[in-house]
């Protein structure tokens, strides 16, 4: 178990069981425009203090013992925002990994990344790359990128997959079943997130791991992105611990 707070002046909740961490967290980080509109700012102000919240979350996880942690850092949607602010977030991706990258193999962080990365612009591709190299043998925390993803293009990947296996007379298609197809997702070797936070008090999953989030439960925090810290977090962390995961069960009767 990881030590929390990491100084007597910190808060942290009461009721956190710390033996009781999610293993694997997903976050769509969703709000950062309007965090900084609202503040009468640029939209890239607020992707910047996003990426600020980012640090802070990946730092968190990593302190508490949680395994793995994907988060939503660019939709396969977010081609249709203008050239000006997905140059931004580019930049901003950059940045990120040659900033952090000391620190997270420090750290023992593994990067890897979900998403047709390949149609990113060469340069931030080839970073992206870069730092997945760098962390491959990390030990620690999986910090899971998704990147120019799309859920439902997931899943067709792994149709089309799967169909040339059948074609190709690999295995029968009485053969494929729900392990086969999870072995075609990005998330192969990732188990599936018992939590799955979204900000700025949004109710959708924005395509968004369509699969792998089928009995996650579901956070909606009211804050925008960039608000979003250590306490939020370990809020979200303590209403997943409240509920009864029932797997469509029923819940137990002591006797």
Not at 7 to 29: L, R, S, V, Y
Not at 94 to 116: P, T
Not at 186 to 212: C, H, K, V
């Amino acid at each position: 178990m990881k030590i929390w707070p990491r100084n007597k002046n910190e808060h942290t909740p009461q009721g956190i069981d710390w033996d009781n961490i999610p293993e694997h967290i997903a976050i769509i980080m969703d709000g950062n425009g309007r965090w900084a509109q609202k503040k009468g700012m640029p939209r890239g102000i607020g992707h910047r203090a996003g990426l600020e919240a980012l640090k802070a979350v990946v730092r968190c996880c990593d302190e508490i013992g949680v395994k793995y942690l994907t988060v939503y850092a660019f939709s396969t949607e977010n081609w249709k925002r203008p050239q000006s602010e997905i140059g931004i977030l580019m930049s901003l991706l950059k940045e990120y990994l040659k900033r952090e990258l000391m620190e997270l193999v420090a750290n023992h962080v593994q990067i890897r990344v979900s998403g047709e990365i390949e149609q990113l612009p060469k340069d931030v591709y080839e970073d992206v790359l870069q730092a997945c190299q760098k962390t491959k043998n990390n030990d620690g925390l999986v910090f899971n990128l998704a990147l120019n993803y799309g859920g439902r293009s997931e899943i067709v990947k792994a149709v089309r997959e799967i169909a040339q296996e059948v074609r190709n007379g690999e295995i029968s298609v009485q053969e494929i079943n729900e392990k086969i197809i999870e072995d075609h997702l990005y998330t192969a070797s990732i188990p599936d997130p018992e939590l799955l936070i979204r900000t700025s008090g949004e109710m959708r999953l924005s395509n968004f791991l369509l699969w792998q989030v089928a009995y996650s439960e579901i956070v909606v925090a009211e804050e925008y992105w960039p608000d979003f810290k250590e306490k939020s977090l370990l809020n979200a962390i303590e209403i997943y611990q409240n509920r009864e995961r029932r797997f469509g069960g029923i819940m137990k009767v002591e006797e």
